[in-house]
């Protein structure tokens, strides 16, 4: 039974990687100080003996070499969650976005020296692109982003710094790191509380209030099931291929917000209408948005194959029942 830690487990995301590592028969530490994850995520499993969950910050470097002690593999997906939070405390977003992982691959490099190894999961972002005008964006393709009094590129930015740190420790270091870009991960359990945009629209939908849509509605997103992500993350993480690679992962089927607003008020049933709002409004003036954000899936296709079964219209039906339980 592999020894697994996961920092961020009791996240949205993370809750559903750990009940998929548990129902595989993993034994899983979780370490998550809760300030966007919640414990709630987690009553599904919490009796599990083969569970332990470690409400704690890592960013404390004792508590971090602690947990890394004695796992076979990590999957690290602790980080600042969310456009309103990124937008509001861009201070916190850098912090908690780099320090943890500087600690985290001081800790990997220490189980290197003593000749162990640790295959390990980090969790990037679709925000390490910026604002790259591609249509799509392949994982080689240039990193473009606005001016730093614009704070909500910072979250971009931090992320990326940590991939450059961790494909060091993988050049320097030979840690076998799998770094994974998602695209707007999306299913149940997922909060609207942080700007996410799906469950702010379906809970909106539900109780018959307006869908705000931001600006116009005409930017592009791909959404993919939460389902998908976990099992792709899992494959890559038993594809010899995958390490040290930098992989986009989600879904390549645009929609615009607008579309995706009306789509959820058909699902939904609803009788809700869709209101705009501007970025001032939503956020403060000096907000910025990327108005497409497609992946190029060629690189995961060739390694795992097509990871996308879900289409938006079961997503949608997926978050829809959640909020209705």
Known sequence: ??????????????????????????QVTIVDDQSTGRASNLA??????????????????????????????????AAAVGVALIASKPIETIERNIYPTQLLMAALRQRVENGESVRTFFSSTSEVYGKNPKETWTEEDDLVFGATTRPRWSYGVSKAIDEFL????????????VIGRFFNVVGPRQTGAYGMVLPRFVQAALQGEPLIVHDDGAQIRCFAHVQDVIAAVLTLMQTDAAVGEVINIGSDTPITILELANKVIEVCDSKSQVEFQTYTDAYDESFEDIRRRVPDL??????????????????IADVRDEFNR
């Open 166 to 177: 961790a494909l060091a420790c993988v050049k320097e270091h030979n840690l076998p790191i």
């Open 44 to 77: 599904h499993v919490i009796d599990n003996p083969a569970l332990s969950y470690i409400q704690g910050d890592i960013g404390n470097e004792t508590l971090m070499n602690q947990v890394v002690a004695g796992q076979d593999q990590v999957y690290h997906l």
């Open 1 to 26: 039974m592999p020894n697994v830690l996961i920092t961020g487990g009791a996240g949205f995301i993370g809750s559903h990687l750990t009940t998929a590592l548990l129902a595989r028969g993993d």
């Open 298 to 315: 060629t690189k995961i296709s060739n390694l795992i194959g097509d990871p996308n079964h879900c289409g938006i219209e079961q997503i």
